[in-house]
């Protein structure tokens, strides 16, 4: 058990479709954060929540939306999304503080086709 | 702008030997933590080992060792006694401000047996 749980695992999607990806911690973290992971490029931040409050976004365009309803779970819903916008998509949670490191979920795969 | 680089796109080493990884960074600050995150094909990145830069002991975990040069803004991880679990990517990572990491684009580890 990783401490945090990202579903679905993998996700195939049309460009018209609409989903959302899931992410539930249990670890008493009160940060939480969505990352891009694509290949051979440098992991990505695009959001943080910080105590249910996003307080970082990193020019990410708006066919991505997160929600963050409470500081044990976080969502990212995707929208008319494009070829481009597949790659892995990591959530990591941490406490208040990051100088102890993140604790990083499976990531979701998702291909846009 | 903080940036990491890992120039070694791969690496491969002998099982029970060991094996260095490089990590170079770039910053003004004085005071500040670096990672090292080991990506397995579980996809989940988890947590090698830390460091502090006003540290001048370099972190050890286990088999996992740290070898931090600061003036010359060196980060690079030793890892003795190499096991074919140890076959994974390694990122490097360094910690911008209070949530954001800035991480390196990677380097394979193969493992040969």
């Known amino acids: 058990e990783t401490g945090v749980t990202q579903t679905p695992r993998h996700l195939v999607m049309g460009m018209t479709n609409k989903k959302s990806l899931k992410c539930e911690q249990h670890?008493?973290?009160?940060?939480m954060y969505w990352y891009k992971q694509s290949a051979k490029k440098p992991l990505e931040l695009m959001f943080v929540?910080?105590?249910?409050?996003?307080?970082e976004n990193n020019s990410v365009p708006s066919r991505f939306s997160p929600e963050c309803p409470n500081s044990s779970h976080l969502f990212l819903h995707l929208h008319t999304l494009q070829p481009e916008d597949s790659a892995l998509y990591l959530c990591?949670?941490?406490?208040?503080?990051?100088?102890?490191?993140?604790?990083f979920g499976s990531g979701t795969r998702l291909t846009v086709v | 702008a903080q940036t990491v680089t890992q120039s070694q796109p791969e690496m491969s080493v002998q099982e029970a030997e060991t094996v260095t990884l490089s990590c170079t960074y770039d910053?003004?600050?004085?005071?500040?933590?670096l990672f090292w995150y080991k990506q397995p094909p579980s996809r989940q990145m988890i947590l090698v080992i830390r460091?502090?830069?006003?540290?001048?002991q370099n972190a050890t975990e286990n088999r996992f060792s740290v070898n931090f040069q600061k003036a010359a803004k060196s980060f690079s991880l030793k890892i003795s006694d190499s096991q074919l679990g140890d076959a994974a990517m390694y990122f490097c990572?360094?910690?911008?401000?209070?949530?954001?990491?800035?991480f390196g684009t990677g380097t394979r580890l193969k493992v040969l047996a």
């Open positions: 990591a949670s941490s406490v208040g503080t990051t100088i102890y490191g993140y604790t």
């Open positions: 670890l008493g973290h009160n940060a």
């Open positions: 929540y910080s105590l249910e409050e996003r307080v």
């Open positions: 910053t003004s600050e004085s005071d500040y933590y």
């Open positions: 460091q502090e830069a006003y540290k001048q």
């Open positions: 990572a360094y910690r911008e401000g209070t949530y954001k990491y800035i």
